[in-house]
């Protein structure tokens, strides 16, 4: 009696969880079907309070995120058939490259320890003239793409040659971007008058319009390089095609000196004069503003790229970061390209920002951790101009995120998360990268890009490199 009474229980218990958990199926089947779900970890929302959310859930659909809360709260209304579990980790927004010249990986080492003038003009302009052409950029971008995967780099901004390549190659990796074909006053690789630049940029910018990736831009070098005349076309193409422009403006005190002598004026207040500026720029460097120039760019809603790792190798300067912030410019962090980095590593640069402008001020609270992140993600989506889109984990953004290891040996004990990801976390700590909805780096595996292919390529240029310059380099 006693045996049939224990089988009776035993029964009844298997049948009351056998009820639980077709119950729970029946809610997961009812719930909204989406593409993706992230669950658990801690989530760095970025938003417009700083929330953070422990043991959270992040649903995905159509690119966008849908919803994000706790895990339990999006677990009972959504249900997918993709699901990453991100329990005892950080999943932070993907971090933004405000500026780089891609490619220019390729040139990684070529030439290091000179100033800028000199390393343009001896090295890679010859460099360029004689290697690049669109295979070149092509190998160049997928070797650049690969290194930003792995470092957490989900949008960045570019200038280069060739850019519907670039463009091509990005998209195929699933990559945001904003690209800027470049625009000078003298032949390159792409195109040798401004006539033929000007007519592939209305070319480029028409065939990346709506793309849910790529924003095509036109890149009117500097003011330096680029005459009033077709400074002004490039605004009017703007204003027409509602394209961004990107462009590099003071980065050296030579620039400075030669503009005020030559047009007595700062570079910012003689663009400014001309009508160039707007609220569609993107503004890499920024390294000497003088006079009324900071109020100038804030008035004119110019987004600003600070670049501390290249201007301090190519000893440049060091741009009023902290000043800008509390005055509410548009500011955010790029690499610059690592042919004077020379890397892509957007880590790196938030260590460094932190670090530069606590020295550089002798403040050691300049630039808190907390300001160093925000440089990298949502600060650095303003200045792009594409904060609606990106820069923060919220409901309807674009669904760029990261999933951070917590426990490697550089992050072990974690007191706080800010300080944690700025001064200790490094590129090697990001396991998973999604953007745009898609997964295109999962438990550090590339999944959109062939790494072993990549690598191969870029051994072949680096031999092509060093002949045509009859230069002798260590390997």
Same mark, same amino acid.
């Given at each position: ?40 970890? %801690? ?79 001896? /090295? ?8 690049? %052409? ?8 997928? !070797? ?16 280069? /040659? ?19 074909? %470049? ?61 961004? @422009? ?27 004069? @001309? ?49 800008? @912030?509390?005055?509410?410019?548009? *500011? ?13 590593? *957007? ?61 490697? !040996?550089?992050?072990?004990? !974690?007191?706080?998360? /800010? ?10 700590? *990001? ?33 092509? @490199?060093?002949?045509?310059?009859? %230069?002798?380099?260590?390997?």
């Amino acid at each position: 009696m006693r045996n049939r009474l224990i089988v009776l229980i035993a029964l009844i218990v298997m049948a009351i969880d056998s009820t639980s958990e077709v119950t729970a199926q029946n809610r997961r089947a009812t719930g909204q079907r989406v593409d993706l779900l992230v669950l658990g970890g %801690t989530i760095v929302t970025m938003n417009a309070t700083r929330e953070l959310i422990t043991d959270g859930g992040i649903a995905v659909s159509n690119g966008r995120i849908v919803a994000i809360g706790p895990r339990a709260d999006v677990e009972r209304n959504y249900t997918s058939r993709q699901r990453i579990n991100a329990t005892g980790r950080l999943i932070t927004p993907g971090l933004i490259n405000g500026h780089t010249h891609i490619p220019m990986v390729l040139f990684r080492g070529l030439a290091d320890d000179l100033d800028l003038h000199d390393w343009l003009t001896r /090295y890679i302009f010859p460099a360029e003239a004689k290697n690049v %052409t669109e295979d070149f950029v092509r190998v160049g971008t997928r !070797l650049g793409l690969a290194e930003m995967i792995r470092g957490g780099t989900t949008t960045y901004c570019d200038m280069y /040659y060739f850019e519907d390549a670039i463009a091509e190659e990005t998209s195929k990796a699933g990559v945001r971007a904003v690209l800027g074909e %470049t625009v000078i006053d003298f032949p390159v690789a792409d195109n040798k008058t401004n006539a033929e630049a000007m007519s592939y940029v209305e070319r480029f910018v028409s065939r990346w319009k709506g793309n849910e990736l790529i924003v095509a831009a036109i890149a009117p070098h500097a003011p330096y390089t680029v005459s009033e005349s077709h400074l002004k076309a490039a605004r009017a193409f703007s204003d027409r095609t509602g394209a961004p @422009i990107v462009t590099h403006i003071s980065e050296t005190k030579r620039e400075l000196d030669d503009s005020v002598k030559e047009k007595g004026a700062s570079p910012i207040a003689y663009l400014d004069r @001309i009508g160039f500026l707007n609220d569609r720029v993107i503004a890499a460097h920024v390294v000497w503003p003088q006079g009324s120039d900071l109020d100038i760019l804030k008035k004119r809603g110019v987004g600003v790229v600070h670049n501390p790792q290249s201007n301090m190798k190519l000893a440049a300067g060091v741009a009023p970061v902290p000043k800008m @912030i509390q005055e509410g410019l548009l *500011v955010g962090l790029g690499t610059d390209g690592a042919a004077s980095n020379n890397d892509l590593n *957007v880590w790196e640069e938030m260590d460094t920002v932190a670090k530069l402008h606590k020295v550089m001020s002798g403040d050691p609270k300049v630039i808190s951790a907390l300001q160093a992140f925000e440089l990298a993600t949502i600060r650095g989506a303003q200045a792009l101009h594409l904060e609606k889109e990106i820069g923060s984990l919220e409901t309807s953004k674009r669904a760029d995120l990261l999933i951070i290891e917590r426990d490697s !040996l550089n992050q072990v004990p !974690l007191y706080n998360i /800010y300080s944690d990801l700025v001064y200790a976390t490094k590129a090697a700590d *990001v396991e998973t990268v999604i953007i745009n909805g898609r997964v295109i780096m999962q438990w550090r595996r590339l999944l959109t890009l062939n790494e072993a292919a990549i690598k191969r390529d870029a051994a072949v240029y680096r031999e092509k @490199i060093i002949k045509s310059l009859g %230069t002798q380099i260590e390997k």
